[in-house]
């Protein structure tokens, strides 16, 4: 069992401490928009593998990667279909994640086949963080199938002695998961609806379509 910090995100230094430890390959809790994520260096494949450890997740599932600013969307995305280019018009930074063909190399472990899910958080904290780190491989704070957690106690309850540290920014304002849309299927389709509704995205898209969930 590891020792987890609780590091106050408002407090000088706290921020520095994060990213030094992400640095150094361990896994740090941090709010965003959406709920609490845990995450590792996009590009660092055995800090990423960590998080399916920690979090006792299916090795199936890839990890979504959190960026700071749009500069750094090619970094991780091999191309960006015009699809994409108008719905992060609309919707970034903000709480929808787009799958996009991923650059070759971008670590297998972060997802098993050609496509990546990429987001901008819509947290001045979060992506202060990341602009220490550079992308992070990131997903909910919590153990797979658990409740995504919306503060830092709820991290520790779950992830306590997994993780490094967690960065406490108080309770994340949106509190549902993001939406997550395929930019790479056309029309582009939503495989999971979330915090921003189908219906807001079909007012910017018509073509768009919802993935059954059965």
């Not at 609780?6 to 921020?15: N, Y």
């Not at 990423?48 to 090795?59: G, N, Q, T």
């Not at 472990?109 to 496509?115: F, G, H, L, N, W």
């Amino acid at each position: 069992m590891t020792t987890t910090e609780i590091l106050a995100a408002d407090k000088t230094g706290s921020l520095e401490r994060a990213a030094k430890l992400l640095l150094s390959g361990q896994l740090v809790a941090f709010p965003t928009d959406t709920v609490y994520g845990v995450g590792a260096p996009a590009f660092d494949a055995a800090s990423v593998a960590a998080i399916y450890v920690a979090k006792e997740r299916s090795p199936e599932k890839a990890i979504p990667i959190l960026i700071a600013d749009e500069a750094d969307l090619l970094r991780i995305a091999d191309a960006v279909p015009e699809s994409a280019r108008v719905l992060i018009a609309h919707f970034w930074p903000g709480a929808l994640t787009l799958v996009l063909p991923m650059r070759p190399d971008v670590p297998e472990i972060v997802s098993s086949d050609a496509t990546v899910a990429i987001r901008i958080p819509d947290l001045n904290v979060t992506r202060a963080l990341l602009r220490l780190t550079g992308p992070l491989a990131a997903t909910s704070a919590n153990r797979s199938g658990q409740p995504s957690p919306v503060t830092a106690v709820q991290v520790m309850a779950q992830l306590g002695g997994r993780i490094a540290a967690v960065l406490n920014g108080g309770t994340c304002p949106g509190g549902i998961p993001s939406t997550v849309v395929d930019c790479v299927a056309s029309p582009p389709c939503v495989l999971r609806e979330g915090a921003i509704s189908f219906s807001t995205l079909r007012a910017i898209m018509p073509a768009i379509h919802l993935v059954s969930s059965k």
